[in-house]
């Protein structure tokens, strides 16, 4: 929505059909198309269609999947498997399809949403602190290599934020709630603050960033409130 009201061409992609169209709509009539993370041949139809539409300077990656809380005795490979498939393959094959498509100007940005679960794990939560550490891994190493082509690349890493998967996984009282027990700041972040950030690695404003994590946890990567 930021990126929109600034006037850029925003193309919006999710696994949910529906509810791409649905936004793209409230914006004003973006381009929208369905996209699975977890399916290679989705990802390079994506982008080989958005390509086909007009150049492309940016692009967020948002999508990710969380199991909830599985504690070590209930692990399943198969659980494992698929939550890396999206986190983990899914953003290295979509940064590799990105690198394929957006313009070589040294304008030209990519980012990843990861999370502060990847640098600050809880218990019960190995399969997705792992994938989302995995993703930063990635990040780093990609943005290494296309360093000399000019394009950026970086990380954006929520802590407790307002947003759907957030709340399909518990509550939005109980997100308030533990925020304020935990957070440095005494609260969860509003889905645009995180919104700012990815619109701040994508500017030209960070034109001289790349291969960073910008955390956006409200201090919780640097301790629980006190």
Known sequence: MRLHEEGARVVIADRNIDAARDLAAALGGCEHFGYDQGDPASISALFDAVAAGGEVNGVALVAGVHPGTVPLADVEPATFRGVHEVNALGILLSLQEAARVVAKDDRSSLVVVGS????????????????????????????????????????????????????????????????????????????????????????????????TDLIVDGGLAAGSAS
Do not use: M
Not at 153 to 171: D, E, M, R, W, Y
Not at 185 to 205: G, H, K, N, P
């Open 116 to 211: 502060v679960a990847g640098i600050r794990p809880v218990a019960r939560n190995a399969i997705y602190a792992s994938s989302k550490a995995s993703a930063q891994a990635i990040t780093r190493s990609v943005a290494l290599e296309l360093a000399g082509t000019g394009i950026r690349v970086n990380s954006v890493l929520p802590g407790s934020a307002i947003t759907p998967l957030a709340i399909s996984q518990s509550s939005l009282e109980a997100i308030r709630a533990d925020a304020e027990r935990v957070i440095p700041l005494r609260r969860a972040a509003a889905a645009s603050e995180v919104a700012s950030a990815i619109c701040f690695l994508l500017s030209d404003d960070a034109s001289y960033v790349t291969a």
